[in-house]
Every structure is written in structure tokens, then in C-alpha cells.
């Protein structure tokens, strides 16, 4: 991606904006979730927690999301986030893969071959 090139090239200054929120609730650091965020529907992308802390990040192919997340995620006025957990890994796997069963070429997904909750 174009941005990722020019920070890169421009490591002196901010190029890449970065989206992450936290909650009023106080949640230990050791809970820690990937998450499929379903609503609001601009968002369409992943979420990490660590505790009370989240980091967010685009579905494949989605080169709109650091744009919508700059108009619509970073408000001032809270919004309501409903995701769906889908684990967390227990061990490292590197590189994209389709999940086991999966004949589609199309589609690009990161490969949790052991995701502990599933």
C-alpha cells in the first residue's frame, strides 16, 4: 500500500494514522480477544482487545477503512460496537492461507489453525 511506502520513506513524520478506542470499563490486560466487528455498519472490519483496549483493523481488500474510521470512528461521541469473538490464537502461524476446507482462491484470509474458545 501507498501509505505504508511513504511512511516508510517519511519515518521522520506521521503518515499512518492509526485507530484505536478503549472503554469506560475497567478490564484486565489479560483479556485479550480477536473480534469480527458487525455494527455500525461503516465499520466492517477486525478488532483486537487487550483489556480495555482495542485496535482496529480493515477486512481484506477494504481501502476505504482508515478513511471511514477517520470520519466516523473517531468522534467524540461514543458509538455502539457489536462484534462477534472468534478466538485467539495459541500459537503463531505466519503468512495467509485459506482455513482448512476452503477451496476459494478469492479470498484472503489470515489462517488461525489453533484459536483457543472455537
Known amino acids: 500500500m501507498e ?5 516508510i520513506l517519511e519515518c521522520d513524520e506521521r503518515q499512518m494514522v ?6 469506560s470499563e475497567d478490564i ?3 483479556v485479550h480477544r480477536v473480534l469480527r466487528v458487525r455494527a455500525p455498519d461503516w465499520h466492517r472490519g477486525w478488532a483486537v482487545e487487550f483489556g480495555r ?3 482496529h483493523f480493515p477486512s481484506a481488500r477494504d481501502m ?5 474510521m477517520a470520519t466516523c470512528g473517531s ?4 458509538y455502539m460496537t ?3 469473538y472468534v478466538g485467539w490464537p495459541t500459537e503463531p502461524t505466519f503468512g495467509r492461507a ?4 476452503d477451496t476459494s482462491t478469492d479470498r484472503c484470509v489470515i489462517r488461525w489453525p489453533s484459536i483457543a474458545g472455537i
Not at 75 to 78: D, I
Not at 98 to 101: L, T
Open 53 to 55: 483496549y482495542f485496535v
Open 28 to 30: 484486565a490486560l489479560s
Open 98 to 101: 485459506a482455513p482448512p476446507g
Open 64 to 68: 476505504d477503512f482508515y478513511d471511514r
Open 82 to 84: 457489536t462484534y462477534e
Open 18 to 23: 492509526t485507530f484505536t478506542s478503549e472503554v
Open 3 to 7: 501509505i505504508v511506502r511513504r511512511q
Open 75 to 78: 468522534a467524540v461521541t461514543p
